[in-house]
T-cell receptor, first 113, second 114 residues
Framework: LAKTTQPISMDSYEGQEVNITCSHN???????ITWYQQFPSQGPRFIIQ???TKVTNEVASLFIPADRKSSTLSLPRVSLSDTAVYYC??????????????FGKGTKLSVKP | NAGVTQTPKFQVLKTGQSMTLQCAQD?????MYWYRQDPGMGLRLIYY???????DKGEVPNGYNVSRLNKREFSLRLESAAPSQTSVYFC?????????????FGEGSRLTVL
C-alpha cells in the first residue's frame, strides 16, 4: 500500500502562497494523487486530483514531478478561511474499483492575519 | 440534494452497549466507506464496500461490523462498545470509476463511550 508522508503543521499569513508537499515513495503506476481539505467539525472535502505534471482548478494547483514520488499542493494567496487540515491521498486502484482508500494524518495549516 | 447523510449526529453509550450508525447516499455511488477520526490520528478506514453486496476490512476493523443494506445504505455496528471507540465517525461514498478518488463525506457522527 502506498503510504504518504506530510508535515504535521504549517503556518502562514494572509495573502501568501502556501505549498504543502506530500511524499509517496511507493506509488504505483496507475495510482492518482488526491488532496482533501477538512474544517473543524466537518467531513473532508475534495480539492484536487492529478496523475502527473500540473493540474490547476479554481481552488489550488497540484504539482507532480516526473518520478511521481511526491506532490505539492499550492494554495495561492491564502486567507483566514483556508485554515484547515489538508490530506494527501493516493488512490489505490484494484482492478477498476476504488478499493482501500487510506488517508494519512494530514497537515494542519494555520493562516494568521 | 442531500449527498451523504449520517445518523445519529451525536450519541453517548455506556461500555458494553451496542448501537448502529446509519449512512445513506443519494448519488447512486457504488462504493461506500466508514472512517473514524481521533485527535492527532487523522482519518482511519474501518470498513469499506466497493459495491453492493461486498464489504472489506480497512485499517482498524476490530470491534466493528458493517452491512451494505442496498446500494444507498451502509451501516456500522458496534456490538459491545468500548471507551477506545470514542471517536468521530465519517461515512463517505464514491463513484466506481478507475480514475477518480473523489470521496463525498457526511457530516460525521460523534460517539462517546463512557
Amino acid at each position: 500500500l502506498a503510504k504518504t508522508t506530510q508535515p504535521i503543521s504549517m503556518d502562514s499569513y494572509e495573502g501568501q502562497e502556501v505549498n504543502i508537499t506530500c511524499s509517496h515513495n511507493n506509488i504505483a503506476t496507475n495510482d492518482y494523487i488526491t488532496w482533501y481539505q477538512q474544517f473543524p467539525s466537518q467531513g473532508p472535502r475534495f480539492i484536487i486530483q492529478g496523475y502527473k505534471t500540473k493540474v490547476t482548478n479554481e481552488v489550488a494547483s497540484l504539482f507532480i514531478p516526473a518520478d511521481r514520488k511526491s506532490s505539492t499542493l499550492s494554495l495561492p494567496r491564502v486567507s483566514l478561511s483556508d485554515t484547515a487540515v489538508y490530506y494527501c491521498l493516493v488512490v489505490l486502484n484494484y482492478g477498476g474499483s476504488q478499493g482501500n482508500l487510506i488517508f494519512g494524518k494530514g497537515t494542519k495549516l494555520s493562516v494568521k492575519p | 440534494n442531500a449527498g451523504v447523510t449520517q445518523t445519529p449526529k451525536f450519541q453517548v453509550l455506556k461500555t458494553g452497549q451496542s448501537m448502529t450508525l446509519q449512512c445513506a447516499q443519494d448519488m447512486n455511488h457504488n462504493s461506500m466507506y466508514w472512517y473514524r477520526q481521533d485527535p492527532g490520528m487523522g482519518l482511519r478506514l474501518i470498513y469499506y464496500s466497493a459495491s453492493e453486496g461486498t464489504t472489506d476490512k480497512g485499517e482498524v476493523p476490530n470491534g466493528y461490523n458493517v452491512s451494505r443494506l442496498n446500494k444507498r445504505e451502509f451501516s456500522l455496528r458496534l456490538e459491545s462498545a468500548a471507551p477506545s471507540q470514542t471517536s468521530v465517525y465519517f461515512c463517505a461514498s464514491s463513484a466506481q470509476r478507475w480514475d477518480t478518488g473523489e470521496l463525498f463525506f457526511g457530516e460525521g457522527s460523534r460517539l462517546t463511550v463512557l
